[in-house]
Every structure is written in structure tokens, then in C-alpha cells.
């Protein structure tokens, strides 16, 4: 366990508050904004729910506090959204209110395809209160096109993602270069009609592309990468005078987030292997 918690270490922050903060201190000092997530999913009941809107608000007072630059992250199921979608909404509304005191974005992550509508739902709820909200998309689903529209049209942010979660073929692009052509039509959208984007991606082609899209549209957007991901490439971004913001997970459960990065780059493994076995 020793070892998997320090193979872990390279994309989680710790288990702690202080842990996010202090990773987030040092992003903010290189000029990178901080995206801070607490750990936490699937809750079907509604103690862990609760901890969590509390552990947000201690985040939330806490980067006021250290003026700690950047924004904050929620999944809807450590919501309560597997609950039903009301009761999550209602543990999110002292976050937003949090976060909007401060001028933060509310960022909501995109979990599963199960959670897909409720998700969109919630961040059309939320945005009738506050109008610096985000949701996540994923281009790996063939919904998205839809989904980017109808969020565009109601002036919610987006981050556009990939896509984490396995799903079946009937409803996601199963090869990744259809991913990859579907990431860049809507990268073409998001230049021509969004504004205050991300562009969530470690990957050199699409970041080249929205590279060059942004010389061809001027508008604010941010390149926004995971804690341990790419980190020379974020500071030449910086220095380039490009936005970037930094995905900074904590808490004590992260076995499920540190099992997605693992599959999502199978050369991951086996350097985690190797460092095992050389201890
Ligand atoms: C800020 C941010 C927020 C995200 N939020 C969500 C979300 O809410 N929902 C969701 O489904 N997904 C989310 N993701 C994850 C995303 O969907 C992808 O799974 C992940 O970003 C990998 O895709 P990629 O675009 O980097 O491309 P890939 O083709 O997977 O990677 C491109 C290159 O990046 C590098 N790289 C990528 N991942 C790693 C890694 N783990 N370790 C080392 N190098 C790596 C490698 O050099 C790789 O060749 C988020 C990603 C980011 C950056």
C-alpha cells in the first residue's frame, strides 16, 4: 500500500486539505491557476454526501484564505446525484454561494454516461444563479455535439475532455482517432462560438490546434491539465502567455481517480511495476 500511495503521489495531492493547498500554493506560484478536487464518488447515502459539502466549503474558506488563485471542481455523484438529482443540487447551493462570494468558477466534472443528463441538468440549475459555472464534456460520447450546443446556448462554460470512463460502443467512440476528430470539431466550436473555455488535454496535436485556432479567434479560454501530467509543457504555456490551470485531486479516497489514470496510458503501468520491483 506504502508503494501505491507513493506511485499515486505523482497525480494526487495527499489525502489532506493541506496537502491541495500546498500543491496549490506552489501552481500558483509557477502561474498556473489551481482546479482543486476532493476525492470522493458514487455515494448512495447521504452521510458521506454531506462531509462533503462541508470539506468543500473548508476548501473554499481556505483558499480565500491563503489567496490561493483558482477554482474549484465537484462531481455530481459525491453530490448525492445517484440519490436524486434535487438532493445534490441542494448540497451544491452553499458551494456555489462560496465560490460566487469569492468570483471562483463552479466547475462540475463528468462522471459516467449514467450521470450525463442529471449533470447538464444541474449545471443549467446552477447557472441560473451564478454565471461563472462550467460543465465538463467528453468527446468520446456521441452525444456531445448536442450537449456543447445546448450548453453554448445557455452561456455555461466548458471544459472539453476526452473522456475517462469506459462506455459502450452504441453511445461513445470506441478507437481513439474518432475521439480525437470528434475533440477537434468541437474545439472548432468552442473557438468560433464559446468564450472562458478549457481545453483539458495533455495531448501535443489537439493543444497545437487549439493553438492555432486561438491565433485565428482571439478568445479567453485556458489550457487546463492534471497535477503530474506534462508539467514542462504548462510552464512554456505560461510563458508563452497562455492561461493554464492545473486539475489538483485530494482526499483519502483516491483509488478510483489513481485507477483511471493508470488505464489511461497502458506505458503507466509498467513504470509503476518497475518501481515496484526496484522498491
Ligand atoms: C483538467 C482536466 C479535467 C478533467 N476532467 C475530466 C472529467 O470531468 N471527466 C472525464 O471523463 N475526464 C476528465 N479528464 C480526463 C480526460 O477525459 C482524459 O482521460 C485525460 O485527460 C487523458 O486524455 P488526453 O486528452 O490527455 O489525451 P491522451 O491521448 O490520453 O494523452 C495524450 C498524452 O498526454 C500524456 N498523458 C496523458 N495522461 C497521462 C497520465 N495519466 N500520465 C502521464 N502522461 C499522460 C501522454 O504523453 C499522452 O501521450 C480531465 C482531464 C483534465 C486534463
Known sequence: MGLLTRFASQWVAGETLEDALRVAR???????????????????????VEATTREYLRLVSAMRDQGIRGHVS????????????????????????????DGRVLWLDMEGSITTDDTIRIGEDLRTRYERVGVCLQANLRRTADDLSRLLDRDIRVRLVKGAYKESPDIAFPPRAEID?????????????????QVASHDGRLIERALELAREHPTPFEFAMLQGVRDPLKDELVKAGHRVAEYIPYGPNW???????LRERPRNIVTMVRSFVSG
Open 181 to 197: 476528430r470528434a475533440y477537434l470539431d468541437h474545439l472548432e466550436t468552442l473557438f468560433e462560438r464559446a468564450h472562458d473555455f
Open 26 to 48: 506552489d501552481a500558483n506560484r509557477r502561474g498556473i491557476d489551481a482546479l482543486v478536487n476532493h476525492l470522493g464518488e458514487h455515494y448512495h447515502e447521504k452521510g458521506p
Open 74 to 101: 465537484l462531481k455530481p455523484t459525491q453530490f448525492g446525484v445517484l440519490i436524486e438529482r434535487s438532493y445534490a443540487l441542494a448540497q451544491m447551493l452553499p458551494v456555489l454561494d462560496a465560490t460566487k462570494a
Open 255 to 261: 483509488l478510483p481517480y489513481f485507477t483511471r489514470r
